[in-house]
């Protein structure tokens, strides 16, 4: 079993940053690839990123490359996404998710574990 908190969100205004971090409980943290995934009001559940078990690949979406940074830190159970140059469309629901799977998926139904989300907000 693998407990995520995401903490971190808040209101900020276009061209901002923001760090995300969450929290994982359990002894096997490093054997779980990571992600991020986001969800806007009246949308679906979007991928956002992804790390891999040792931190050394990542995977991002089309619509945050270049702007979000994936990160973990095994020894702490935590990873993180660094947001910058935010947009008022990256407005949503940020949920942290967990997989036992080997590769970085995308699909929301692969993972196995999610945190309760944590806002962020981007004004115009």
């Known amino acids: 079993q693998v407990q995520l908190v995401e903490s971190g969100g808040g209101l900020v205004q276009a061209g901002g940053s923001l760090r995300l971090s969450c929290a994982a409980s359990g002894r096997t943290f490093s054997r779980y690839v990571m992600a991020w995934f986001r969800q806007a009001p009246g949308k679906e559940r979007e991928f956002v990123a992804a790390?891999?078990?040792?931190?050394?690949?990542?995977r991002y979406g089309d619509s945050v490359k270049g702007r979000f940074t994936i990160s973990r830190d095994n020894a702490k159970n935590t990873v993180y996404l660094q947001m910058n140059s935010l947009k008022p469309e990256d407005t949503a629901v940020y949920y942290c998710?967990?997989?036992?799977?080997?590769?970085?998926?995308?699909?929301?139904?692969?993972?196995?574990?999610w945190g309760q989300g944590t806002q962020v907000t981007v004004s115009s």
């Open positions: 790390i891999s078990w040792s931190g050394t690949s990542t």
């Open positions: 998710a967990a997989t036992a799977r080997s590769s970085m998926v995308a699909l929301t139904s692969l993972y196995d574990y």
